[in-house]
């Protein structure tokens, strides 16, 4: 990992533990197979490819969102839509980066 790679996972670190004392929701966005491989316990399921029509249902949350996917890749795709559409979020990253502040 590069010195500029080091501080951004500092940086998402930070923001996770941050999220997530402000009592973020965790938006799992992977496929229904991936999620039922292991997911985080309380997390919402909402594959990436449906979150434009269940946009109405995210904003109900009425919470920051802390995304997240397999790698960070898919998550990022959901922070961005999200963030367009006024939403307080941020890209988690892979599952397993989040679901260690929940152990």
Not at 44 to 63: G, R, S, W, Y
Request: with cysteine.
């Amino acid at each position: 990992m590069g010195l500029f790679g080091m501080f951004n996972q500092k940086d998402t670190t930070k923001n996770i533990e941050e999220y997530l004392n402000k009592g973020a929701i965790v938006l799992d966005v992977r496929t229904l197979a991936e999620w039922n491989e292991g997911h985080i316990e309380g997390a919402k399921h909402i594959v990436l490819n449906t979150i434009p029509e269940n946009l109405d249902a995210i904003k109900e949350f009425q919470k920051p969102i802390i995304a997240v996917c397999k790698s960070g890749g898919r998550s990022q795709s959901a922070t961005d839509f999200l963030e367009q559409n006024g939403l307080d979020v941020i890209n988690g990253g892979p599952w397993q980066n989040v679901a260690q502040f929940l152990d």
